[in-house]
């Protein structure tokens, strides 16, 4: 049973445009929301995160919003750059982000020079 | 790069044979985890630790077992490897349980022939 879905898996978009990476989780108790990011040969890094209480989480070119009634998240990067290109994780957790963290299945973004 | 490395980044063996990856760490951070990442499946929790002897099941543990003598080694053994058990593995370390400040290594690709 799949919490945390990414159910595109890929995208590709051209340098200079906008970036959209859907999320979207079944489990009611999730209260903590976080982005990673994995480049080929690389172990994931951490990207943007947000909690329940905030339904924005600004960083630079990256924006995450969160729906907590439709319960989806989306990452919103602004403008895309090749160096953009990599797999992201969505990842979720409960009790405040001091829970384990579930992972989905990873969205690969291609950002077309 | 946070002080994470992760032996040996490749190995191959056979059906049957006991395999240990390594995970060395130089942050002294108290907690450290195992995951795996498939295709189709994103990372899944293989086990962690909360301290020295101090470790726990995660969502996909059967097969596997962990040791943690040293606040910066912890082993990953699996007893007997099998064909399922091919995948990249990776180590990730935080100083608190706050997930956002997950430190992942750079994996091992495990090939079980």
């Known amino acids: 049973d799949q919490q945390v879905k990414q159910n595109s898996p890929s995208l590709s978009v051209q340098e200079g445009r906008i970036s959209i990476l859907n999320c979207d989780y079944t489990n009611s108790m999730f209260d903590y929301f976080l982005w990673y990011k994995k480049y080929p040969a690389e172990g994931p890094t951490f990207l943007i995160s947000i909690s329940s209480i905030k339904d924005k989480n600004e960083d630079g070119r990256f924006t995450v919003f969160l729906n907590k009634s439709a319960k989806h998240l989306s990452l919103h990067i602004v403008p895309s750059q090749p160096g953009d290109s990599a797999v992201y994780f969505c990842?979720?957790?409960?009790?405040?982000?001091?829970?384990?963290?579930?992972f989905g299945k990873g969205i690969t973004l291609s950002v077309r020079p | 790069d946070a002080g994470i490395t992760q032996s040996p980044r490749h190995k191959v063996t056979e059906t049957g044979t006991p395999v240990t990856l390594r995970c060395h760490q130089t942050?002294?951070?108290?907690?450290m985890y195992w995951y795996r990442q498939d295709p189709g499946h994103g990372l899944r929790l293989i086990h962690y630790?909360?301290?020295?002897?101090?470790?726990d099941k995660g969502e996909v543990s059967d097969g596997y077992s962990v040791s943690r003598s040293k606040t910066e080694d912890f082993l990953l053994t699996l007893e007997s490897a099998t064909s399922s058990q091919t995948s990249v593995y990776f180590c990730?370390?935080?100083?608190?349980?706050?997930?956002?400040?997950?430190?992942f290594g750079s994996g091992t690709q495990l090939s079980v022939l």
């Open positions: 990842a979720a957790s409960g009790s405040r982000g001091r829970s384990k963290l579930t």
């Open positions: 990730a370390i935080s100083k608190d349980r706050t997930n956002e400040k997950l430190f």
């Open positions: 630790s909360y301290g020295v002897k101090d470790t």
């Open positions: 942050e002294n951070h108290r907690y």
